[in-house]
């Protein structure tokens, strides 16, 4: 069974710029597989940040972004604030099987 | 603005049948371009998807639920329903229905969620 690998826990600074990666148990992930990414802040439903590798859905800050890094699917933050302090998940569309796989999540601190 | 709203009991006994239905409004239902999804969060876990239902009622679901799950649909509510049989505690979750875009597969709206607890 395909498992969806996400990075446990990240830190950054204040101000500071940190990715987090969406990878594959077997193979390399790729645009095919639309990645998309959600935050969830404690009690909250999942919020939708960017799907299809790197579009951002509406509303979401351009400090936001998502992009295939070598064979991972990757989101940046790039000037993180307090509030980005969340678990981010990651989504890969496997088209069969399990159409939607989410990774473990990563829970992200800011400090 | 589209908004899903869950509903349904919270607390439901081991074996019995756990049932939750979502009412979309700001949109409608019967759109070609959404599938229409359940999935669930338990306590302190991740996002696992349930299964969608599309307008027209065929429906996909989770192959280690797929014996016990039944999506529905109700276009005259703008609904769609989630059952769940046999639940045992390891059911107990936050339930979120959500729409899918057909392409590009992505979730955009998903419903405040709703926590089932399966306990006697």
């Known amino acids: 069974q395909t498992v969806v690998t996400q990075e446990p826990s990240f830190s950054v600074s204040p101000g500071g710029t940190v990715t987090l990666t969406c990878g594959l148990s077997s193979g390399s992930v790729s645009t095919s597989y639309y990645p998309s990414w959600y935050q969830q802040t404690p009690g909250q439903a999942p919020r939708t940040l960017i799907y299809?590798?790197?579009t951002r859905s509406s509303g979401v800050p351009d400090r936001f972004s998502g992009s295939i890094l070598g064979n991972k699917a990757a989101l940046t933050i790039t000037g993180a604030q307090a509030d980005d302090e969340s678990d981010y998940y990651c989504v890969l569309y496997m088209g069969s099987g399990i159409p939607w796989v989410f990774g473990g999540g990563t829970k992200l601190t800011v400090l | 603005q589209v908004q899903l709203q869950e509903s349904g009991p919270g607390l439901v006994k081991p074996s019995q049948t756990l049932s939750l239905t979502c009412t979309v409004s700001g949109g409608s239902i019967s759109s070609g371009d959404y599938y229409w999804s359940w999935i669930r969060q338990p306590p302190g876990k991740g996002l696992e998807w349930i299964g969608y239902?599309?307008?027209?009622?065929?429906?996909y679901y989770n192959p280690s639920l797929k014996s016990r799950v039944t999506i529905s649909v109700d276009t005259s509510k703008n609904q769609f329903s989630l059952k769940l049989s046999s639940v045992t505690a390891a059911d107990t979750a936050v339930y979120y229905c959500?729409?899918?875009?057909?392409?590009?597969?992505?979730?955009?709206?998903w419903g405040q969620g709703t926590l089932v607890t399966v306990s006697s």
């Open positions: 299809s590798t790197n």
């Open positions: 959500a729409r899918v875009d057909v392409v590009p597969y992505y979730f955009d709206y």
């Open positions: 239902i599309y307008y027209s009622g065929s429906t």
